[in-house]
């Protein structure tokens, strides 16, 4: 650890105001079993440290993965260094003490408590299920993490805060051998009760999604009422998120600018940005130390705020919401945990209600299909034809087209069955009418 008071003394001796730190310090243990064998098993710590302060109105900052005493002379030299040709900088954005934080849940010790040969055995017995339960499954794979993190916030002006959590990850993948059509399948869960998860009911999850594509096949090209399942909803999600951002919008580079208060999409989307929940995703403050809040970020179609960091806020003459983050290095706003507001349909009620259209579970080539700038998207996608409002066959090798930022607008139904997705996004499937597949 560091002396962050000797830190501090140093920074006042050397006219460094106002002054602050971060350091953080997490232990993570990775376990990857490949067909019941451990092929890998890790653990590590990791440390960070960011500091910054103000020097002749300029800001200076400093960054290391080694979190030690040793390195404050070349933190100071750092920070003294690119303060000459850094740019100027409000002292107001460092934070006094006495703001009220909301302190919801991010730390389970239950999962701290558990020993690493049950993960291991964990991690072996779902691989062994899975193929045991179905034996045309011919290879397995698990991966498993846990992770906890301490994190600590202080500056000179008396602001100290600390954030401790943790989190358990497990993921597994499949190989599945039908005739001599190789399909491939995965599921994931975050666990926050370790005691809780049913492993039976993962594996039965696992082989559900790997055997269910055997036999897809395209459909005919054409228009249709396309329902995604919550992880693809979350993704077509994201465009439209990063532009409710006020960075974005006072560089005119968001495509929402000139939408605040305006109804811009349909009134079945409603998004809430709820950084209090008790998930991975939470958060008590951000990377500058201001509480987050909870905020409607969409209301029935309506957009109902940008989020902010303290400096883009300012720029825009509002106040900070919370969602400071660093990226590549630098201080931005990014959203937090949000989550779509659910309809009134099961999921058989909604198919019911489509009728006839395509369930999409699952869209590839996001990385370069997908433009966050545009919303365009064209993406292959895997799923199943609705047929008389019921799952019908399987399809694959479609591609499915369109801009979120029209789509969205088009909604059909929202789904009452809601999931927390890897994106950070709770959500249920959505239907949009009247999208573009191609197909044969």
Do not use: W
């Not at 460092?94 to 010790?109: A, D, L, Q, V």
């Amino acid at each position: 650890m560091i002396n962050s008071k000797k830190i501090f003394a140093i920074a006042k001796e050397k006219n460094i105001e106002p002054f602050e730190l971060q350091s953080s310090l997490s232990t993570s243990v990775t376990i990857k079993v490949f067909m019941d064998e451990v092929e890998s098993y890790n653990i590590a710590n990791n440390s960070e440290i960011r500091a910054k302060g103000i020097i002749d109105g300029k800001i200076g900052s400093f960054s290391s993965d080694k979190v030690a005493n040793s390195i404050a002379p070349m933190m100071f030299d750092a920070i003294e260094e690119t303060a000459k040709y850094g740019k100027e900088y409000d002292s107001e954005f460092f934070i006094e003490p006495g703001r009220k934080y909301h302190r919801p849940k991010h730390y389970i010790s239950s999962l701290d408590r558990i020993d690493v040969k049950e993960y291991l055995e964990l991690c072996r017995r779902i691989s062994q299920k899975v193929r045991e339960k179905e034996k045309r499954i011919t290879i397995t794979s698990v991966f498993l993490e846990y992770e906890k993190k301490r994190s600590k916030i202080e500056n000179s002006k008396g602001l100290k805060l600390m954030d401790h959590r943790n989190h358990l990850f497990i993921y597994c993948t499949t190989k599945y051998d039908y005739q001599g059509e190789i399909q491939s399948g995965f599921e994931y869960q975050i666990i926050d009760d370790f005691a809780k998860f049913d492993e039976d009911e993962f594996v039965n999850r696992v082989i559900k999604k790997t055997i269910a594509q055997v036999g897809a096949k395209p459909v005919k090209s054409g228009k249709y009422t396309v329902l995604f399942n919550p992880e693809c909803t979350s993704i077509l999600l994201l465009p439209i998120l990063s532009h409710l951002s006020q960075y974005s919008v006072n560089k005119h580079l968001s495509r929402l600018e000139k939408q605040l208060n305006q109804l811009t999409f349909s009134k079945k989307l409603t998004i809430v940005e709820n950084p209090f929940a008790k998930n991975i995703f939470g958060a008590v403050y951000d990377a500058e130390g201001v509480p987050t809040t909870k905020k409607v970020l969409i209301d029935k179609g309506t957009i109902n705020c940008f989020y902010s960091d303290l400096e883009s806020a300012k720029e825009a003459g509002t106040e900070s919401t919370g969602n400071a983050s660093y990226e590549q290095g630098n201080v931005k706003p990014s959203v937090g945990f949000c989550a779509l507001k659910r309809g009134k349909k099961s999921f058989d009620e909604t198919l019911a209600y489509i009728k006839n259209g395509i369930y999409i579970t699952d869209l590839e080539g996001v990385g370069t299909g997908l433009s966050m700038q545009t919303g365009n998207y064209s993406l292959q996608a895997d799923g199943f034809l609705i047929k008389d409002g019921k799952l019908d066959r399987a399809v694959s090798l479609i591609t499915v087209a369109g801009n979120v930022f029209d789509d969205f607008k088009r909604i059909a139904v929202v789904s009452s069955d809601s999931e927390i997705t890897l994106q950070g996004i709770s959500t249920p499937p959505l239907a949009i009418r009247k999208l573009s597949i191609s197909g044969k």
